[in-house]
């Protein structure tokens, strides 16, 4: 991860004079797994994404995936974890929701809090990886990082805000010519349905 020197000379004052680094982004972003076939539909999965770097929008991501590394089906679902992830420059990402705010000092607390999550043993269900993000999002309430507004989300609520994004990075017209997924950064969930 490269840092820009308005980034360094904040990280050398905030370290003279001992203050905390500032809120990261909490996102949840929207990959396209593999290309659809002609049969099928395009398949979506869901990560957690910690911003660190806004400029690469970069930092820890977090994905439960049933698909290795080399892109073969497995027949469980892993937990992968990575410590720096750049979403700028990957094809794959099709943009993100911003769902809330974490410190530096707790992202080892939300890393437990994913970890915790149990895993299904066998991967049978392929919206298993867009349910994990919904059943830990709870927990991250309860941590103080994600909004209490959005206490109990329908899965269908934040894939409608991810189309949303989807839709957006469309629209960016970038002169470096890298994909720069679009993050939305006040989603509101949608009324429940029925309601006025």
Known sequence: MSKGWPQVIQEIIRNVLGLEPPDYQLVVVCYQSRPPTTNEDEQLQWQLQVIKNADELSGPNFELTDVDGEGKP????????????????????????????????DLDALRSVVYAQSLPLVSDHRDWGKRWIVSILPAMIKGGWVDRKLEVVPQESLEEALEDARRMAMYVVNPDSKNHPYIIQEWKRAPPQGSS
Request: aromatic share 4%; net charge neutral.
């Open 74 to 105: 497995l027949v469980r679902w892993i937990m992968k974890d990575e410590q720096d992830k750049v979403l700028v420059g990957d094809a794959s990402c099709q943009g993100g929701v911003r769902i809330g705010a974490v410190k530096e000092s």
